[in-house]
């Protein structure tokens, strides 16, 4: 009897620590220490989230204090006895009570610019609870997959985009295959595999397998061509082969025709004789008799 009573204190202890009134936390662990109680606590994007300190009732509080350290700046949200309330966030979270009469401090719509470390003191009467909790998000992943042509071969693309944790990519045909992890600016990562496929190989029976924490069942994805990119790269290279053509058969044509005037120009040349200048008929004999005439005369 003694035993079954030593667990139910141990799991009540337990529960009163890492305590939380929001159903979206994945993940979850409690530290206790000199200065209290240390949490570490993941919730889904997009989720309405409820973060407690205290399972003390609220006609026993004297104040609450939440100092919140965000990524890129620091706020607080607080409230006393004395209905003094303060809140430098300004972006929507605030302090509640529940239906038990407990004080926790809700988040409306928990995003990445929520993560950060959470301490709260929370002051009633006969003691207070000093608690801190390391807030985390995480997220599925948007997941894509497609056929693509670099250098004069096809590369199948799988991407698992603005995930946390970083999501796991396996293909049906491992050959030739690398992956790469990309860490946004807001904690997110993106991970990309690339399958440079070999010369004839069926792509029909090709699939890539994304795995992440948060899907009981890996996402099966076919990859197929990008809408509108590979028609229009044929179509695109064929115009530019047409105009080439078109280019050279103009200027042969220019070539031949110019040939042909020259030809034409030096026939005409060679037929034409040389023209002499006119020279005056001149009788010798009949002058000179026309000359000895006048004298005589």
């Known amino acids: 009897m003694r035993d079954i009573m030593w667990i139910r204190a141990a799991v009540i202890l337990l ?6 009134l929001d ?15 240390i949490r570490n606590l993941n919730f889904n994007l997009g989720r309405a989230v409820n973060l407690t300190c205290s399972d003390k009732a609220w006609n026993e509080t004297i104040y609450v204090i939440w100092k919140i350290q965000l990524k890129y ?19 929507g979270k605030s302090l509640r009570n529940s239906s038990t009469s407990r004080s926790y401090l809700h988040i409306p719509k928990f995003s990445a610019e929520d993560v950060g470390v959470y301490k709260c003191d929370f002051v009633f009467s006969g003691g207070n609870q000093i608690c801190v909790i390391h807030v985390g998000i995480t997220a599925p992943p948007t997941i894509s997959a497609w056929l693509e042509r670099r250098d004069n071969k096809v590369v199948a693309v799988c991407r698992a985009e603005r995930g946390k944790p970083a999501a796991y990519i396996k293909w049906s045909h491992s050959r030739n295959s690398s992956s790469v992890e990309t860490l946004e600016r807001d904690g997110f990562i993106t991970v990309e595999s690339r399958l440079e496929l070999e010369e004839g190989m069926d792509t029909e029976n090709l699939t890539c397998a994304v795995r992440h924490t948060l899907w009981e069942q890996e996402r099966i994805l076919v990859p197929e061509h990008e809408e509108g990119y590979f028609p229009w790269l044929l179509i695109l290279t064929g115009v530019g082969v047409c105009v080439i053509l078109v280019g050279f058969v103009y200027f042969l044509q220019k070539k031949v025709m ?5 030809q034409k120009s030096d026939t005409s040349s060679s037929k034409t004789p040389p023209r002499l200048e006119d020279v005056e008929e001149v009788e010798p004999y009949a002058s000179y008799i026309q000359r000895v005439n006048s004298i005589y005369n």
């Open 15 to 20: 529960v009163s620590e890492a305590w939380s």
């Open 73 to 91: 700046r620091n706020c607080e949200v607080s409230f006393s006895i004395e209905d003094q309330s303060k809140d430098t966030c300004g972006d």
């Open 23 to 37: 159903p979206g936390t994945n993940q979850s662990s409690s530290v206790n220490s000199s200065t209290g109680v």
């Open 258 to 262: 110019l040939l042909r005037r020259c």
